[in-house]
């Protein structure tokens, strides 16, 4: 149930609860498609570099009853850092992080969002209107780089 859900701006006392979050997902959902050896590089630094950034002025949490299951943000104009808690997956958690996301980015007249999608993620941000640009590797990890153009208000026939 997606009405739950509510996005709120993150504060420096959800660092444990996003930590917690990025590690599970890497560990359980991230793991199908990324050898051990990624996982395990990922999972040694990338939970508390997440936890760290939640003072930026972009980074979102998802919450369910006050409950953390969620995290996103955005840098310059590059999404970053989205993640979800695995028992959350397919709820709208991602959906609704990347509504907010997208609306922060608007708000800053940004006319294009960047990411670097895990192979986990990809058709998640494909349906979302994202589209491959490149595929990187980093050693083993497989990064596809994803783009989107923003619809302005000229866009949508608003304004003269």
């Given at each position: 149930m ?81 993640f ?46 994202f ?30």
């Amino acid at each position: 149930m997606t009405t739950r859900i509510k996005i709120r701006r993150a504060a420096a006392e959800d660092a444990a609860a996003v930590r917690e979050i990025v590690l599970r997902a890497l560990r359980e959902v991230n793991a199908r498609d990324y050898p051990a050896s990624v996982i395990d590089r990922l999972a040694a630094t990338l939970p508390d570099r997440v936890a760290g950034t939640l003072r930026l002025a972009h980074a979102f949490v998802a919450t369910d009853e006050g409950r953390v299951v969620g995290t996103g943000s955005l840098t310059g104009r590059t999404v970053t850092s989205v993640f979800v808690n695995p028992e959350d997956i397919g709820r709208g958690v991602g959906a609704k992080l990347l509504d907010a996301i997208e609306s922060a980015a608007k708000e800053k007249s940004e006319t294009t969002l960047e990411l670097h999608s895990s192979v986990t993620a990809c058709e998640f941000y494909r349906k979302r209107r994202f589209a491959v640009v490149r595929e990187d590797f980093l050693g083993e990890e497989r990064v596809i780089v994803m783009s989107k153009r923003l619809a302005s208000s000229l866009d949508r026939g608003e304004g003269s």
